[in-house]
C-alpha cells in the first residue's frame, strides 16, 4: 500500500493499493465541534468512501464531550447518510488522556475503538 497525505478532497491521509485504487481515507482532528459540522471530518470521510467504496479512519484526541454521546452522534451522523447496499465502515478511534495532571503535558493512558457501519457497531477492546 502507498500512504499519501494532504490528498484526496484534503484528507489528512489516503491509503491506495498497487493500482491507485483509495483502501483507506483517514482524518484526525481534536475539535469534536468539526468533526460532526456540515463540512467536518465524518461528512468529507463518507463523502470520499461513497466515491471510491472505500472504508474510513478517524482520529480523535482531547475530545471533551461524554464518551457515550461522542459515539452515539458519530453513528447516527453515519449511519444517516448510507443508503442500502453501501457497506462503508468508519474506524473511529479516541485517544484516552490522563486528566489527573494540571499541566499542558497530556499522557496518554489508552485509546477507544468503534467500527461502524450501516446500522452495526462494533466496540474493540480499550487499549489501557
Not at 11 to 28: F, P, Q, S, T, Y
Not at 56 to 77: D, G, H, S, V
Not at 95 to 114: H, N, P, Q
Request: charged content about 30%.
Amino acid at each position: 500500500f502507498l500512504c499519501e497525505f494532504e490528498t484526496e478532497n484534503r484528507h489528512d491521509g489516503v491509503m491506495r493499493d498497487k493500482n491507485g485504487r483509495i483502501m483507506l481515507c483517514a482524518e484526525w482532528e481534536m475539535d469534536e465541534k468539526t468533526i460532526f459540522s456540515v463540512d467536518g471530518e465524518i461528512n468529507k470521510l463518507l463523502k470520499t468512501c461513497k466515491k471510491n467504496e472505500c472504508e474510513a479512519f478517524l482520529f480523535t484526541y482531547n475530545a471533551r464531550i461524554n464518551p457515550k454521546e461522542f459515539i452515539n452522534k458519530a453513528y447516527n451522523q453515519w449511519n444517516s447518510q448510507i443508503a442500502e447496499g453501501e457497506y462503508f465502515r468508519l474506524f473511529l478511534v479516541t485517544a484516552i488522556f490522563d486528566d489527573s495532571e494540571k499541566s499542558s503535558v497530556k499522557y496518554l493512558k489508552g485509546l477507544r475503538t468503534f467500527v461502524i457501519g450501516k446500522g452495526t457497531i462494533d466496540i474493540w477492546e480499550d487499549l489501557l
